[in-house]
């Protein structure tokens, strides 16, 4: 359980892992870590996805365990380096507490990154799609118990962008994006149509659908409130229907202090569409 170094930074790693059977080519332009042992093209059962707030992807072999390749999606300065050979994480020692009153810069924030949020997989396009999120916490060492953590904690939006939300579509063959969309606000959960679609939501109250092929808004619609839910589809008597829940979470709380301008309700509320026949 490698991924996960140590808790100074509360950037856990119990997210959704992927199964996949798939060709591993892993791109060296697009992909950080690589293992050299691997020969480009051929078929493994692996386990992939990102497991944990860093927002790096791991793919394994899911027999084995051994290390295939690794790639960061959002900044992230916490792992310093990872060892194709073995996975071996290296983590980055200048962000690792010593002593009480050290203050650290840490990207992601322990808002990830990604977090549990969920992402999706295709098998249309051998594709996964990750709702993401651009931020770094600045964290200081305190005694004081009203800290979580024992830590002060102010969030940002990392370096070199304004956007907040991202989702990115990853080959799980390649590891490269496929493409990214970006917003002000925070992205959240998805789910993914065998007729090509994705469903998300944000932080500040927009669902929309997207095009799983090339990222394109498709259809979008203002529910007023935070959509916090898991969305969901399903059909009864031939009619397809897609389900999402609005209302308020500690991490839709957290993201709209990133973006002060954004202020939707907290309304809890069900809403269910049906697709066209």
């Known amino acids: 359980y490698y991924q996960h170094l140590n808790d100074h930074w509360d950037l856990d790693h119990p997210f959704e892992r992927l199964l996949v059977d798939t060709a591993v080519a892993p ?20 386990v992939t996805g990102i497991p944990g707030k860093t927002g790096i992807v791991y793919t394994l072999d899911r027999e084995t365990g051994e290390f295939l390749w690794a790639n960061p999606t959002t900044t992230q300065n916490v792992v310093n380096s990872i060892d194709g050979a073995t996975g071996a994480v290296t983590e980055n020692s200048e962000v690792v507490f010593s002593a009480e009153g050290q203050e650290v810069l840490t990207c992601p924030s322990y808002f990830g990154g990604k977090d549990w949020e969920t992402g999706v997989y295709s098998p249309q396009t051998n594709a996964m799609y990750f709702p993401l999120r651009n931020t770094c916490a600045r964290m200081l060492a305190t005694t004081e118990a009203a800290g979580i953590y024992a830590l002060a904690t102010r969030n940002e939006i990392a370096p070199g962008t304004d956007q907040v939300g991202t ?42 659908a997207l095009d799983q092929e090339t990222g394109e808004v498709l259809w ?3 529910l007023g409130s935070s959509v916090t839910g898991f969305p969901i589809t399903y059909a009864v008597d031939g009619r397809q229907y897609v389900a999402v829940s609005t209302g308020s979470a500690n991490s839709a709380s957290a993201f709209r202090g990133l973006t002060p301008e954004i202020r939707p309700t907290a309304a809890n509320i069900l809403f269910v569409f049906a697709l066209p026949d």
């Open 167 to 208: 989702i990115q579509a990853i080959s799980a063959e390649t590891g490269a994006m496929l493409w990214k969309y970006e917003q002000r606000s925070a992205t959240m959960s998805l789910v993914g149509t065998a007729g090509g679609l994705l469903f998300g939501g944000d932080v500040n109250g927009r669902f929309r």
């Open 27 to 46: 791109d060296p332009l697009a992909v950080s870590w690589v293992n050299p042992n691997l020969r480009p093209g051929e078929r493994r059962r692996v």
């Open 220 to 222: 979008e619609i203002n």
